[in-house]
């Protein structure tokens, strides 16, 4: 059996499916989602030449060619599990199940929760909730709300609303706690925010950022941070203030926003009710590993990749004979990586299939995550560059280990 299953249609999923295909192999995608294309399509941003990046038409791009050639779809249909018994991988749903040779999971990232008082309220959503609603079905997520978490993401979303003509009245932190620490420090902060600064409107902003460059003009820049925050996009970030509580009856009616020391602790009495319709919730994004973690992959946790990821090489090959992994199940990255990465894996899948000789072309495809990765407006963490170096040595210790 030369058959391949990609478990995920984002844009690793897409990239990998139409690779396979290309070079022979009968392929099959599978999704929960009731479109392909994943996260690309809530995508929509201005790059650095000043073109646009238009996630939906990307989306279809990809999905049109990969049917073209071939590739069998299944879309509303969540994976349950996955094993291997002789080389051969079961991927189980609920109405199927299919066998493949080989698995590239392409499964994405899922956002992380950040608890704050209220929440649970109608009107609440995660901002990834938001870009959907309004980028995909076209649906505003309500007239004027606030954003709680300050982060890569969430400030590039605030500009992608700015777009759709929804009031984003701030852009603000959670209220520091046990479970918060980083999201309700300024500091911590205005370090991940820099490496999306290039995307403001504002020519302060961006020359500002240049000014940040070493630890004591990072301290002076949050204690002489503007209380009424510095706009981009028309909706100020305001790192100096917190949300203690998200309030309302049978909705979200109001929003109460406290100043904050620059360690991030709430100013007593500093408390004034903000009325919004909608509070849309930044906590950021972690690989989805699930079925990795069902397969019995291995996993370490590297904070610059965005939390525990499974281990693989630079071929996106796993440990586990036949299993593959692209997209941000091996870190947070945009969605040209995860296209690069996609590719690569289709390659190494189609090289072990078919015998053919492909080494000159994954070493290419290799080069061309790390060009992906240097040319992307968005960077989600400042050290990924760090962060992949660990999974490589992670990945020679445990071969050394094993051999």
């Known amino acids: 059996m030369n058959k391949a299953a990609i478990i995920g249609a984002g844009p690793a999923g897409l990239s990998a499916a139409i690779t396979c295909a290309e070079k022979g192999l009968d392929v099959v995608v599978i999704d929960e989602y009731m479109k392909a294309g994943g996260r ?10 000043g073109t646009w990046f238009n996630g939906i038409e990307e989306g279809k791009d990809l999905y049109k060619k990969a049917v073209a050639l071939g590739v069998e779809f299944h879309l509303r249909m969540p994976v349950n599990n996955i094993d291997v018994e002789d080389g051969l991988w079961t991927i189980y749903t609920e109405n199927i199940d299919f066998k493949a040779r080989y698995v590239v999971l392409a499964t994405g990232a899922s956002e992380s929760p950040v608890p704050v008082p209220g929440w649970t309220l109608p009107g609440v959503m995660s901002v990834g909730a938001a870009q959907v609603m309004t980028n995909v079905h076209r649906v505003k997520p309500g007239d004027r709300g606030v954003i709680i978490g300050v982060n890569v993401l969430s400030a590039a979303i605030a500009m992608e609303l700015h777009l759709a003509d929804v009031e984003v009245v701030s852009l603000t ?92 602790e709430v100013i007593s009495g ?84 078919g015998g053919q000789e492909l080494e000159n072309e994954i070493k290419k495809s290799i080069q061309s995550i790390s060009q992906a990765r240097k040319s992307s407006p968005i960077q989600f963490h400042p050290e990924i560059e760090n962060g992949r170096k660990k999974v490589a040595e992670q990945w020679d210790a445990y071969h050394l280990k094993h051999t």
């Open 40 to 49: 690309l399509l809530g995508q929509l941003y201005e790059e650095p030449d």
């Open 173 to 264: 932190l959670p209220k520091k706690n046990g479970i918060i620490e980083e999201a309700g420090n300024p500091r911590d902060v205005m370090e991940s925010l820099l490496h999306v600064s290039h995307m403001a409107p504002s020519k302060l902003v961006k020359y500002g950022s240049n000014l940040m460059k070493n630890g004591f003009m990072k301290s002076m820049g949050i204690s002489l941070y503007p209380k009424k925050g510095v706009k981009m996009w028309g909706a100020p970030i305001q790192l100096r203030k917190a949300v203690t509580e998200i309030y309302g009856t049978d909705k979200v009616e109001g929003i109460k926003l406290a100043s904050i020391t620059t360690r991030g």
């Open 270 to 353: 500093s408390e004034r009710s903000i009325p919004v319709d909608f509070v849309c919730i930044a906590g950021g994004l972690n690989p989805l590993v699930e079925l990795a973690s069902i397969a019995g992959c291995p996993f370490y946790l590297v904070e610059e990749l965005g939390g525990y990821v499974p281990l693989h090489n630079e071929k996106m090959e796993t440990p586990l004979e036949g299993l593959y992994v692209a997209g941000n199940i091996t870190g947070i990255e945009g969605a040209k990586v995860a296209i690069a990465q996609g590719r690569t894996a289709g390659l190494s899948v189609s090289q072990k299939s």
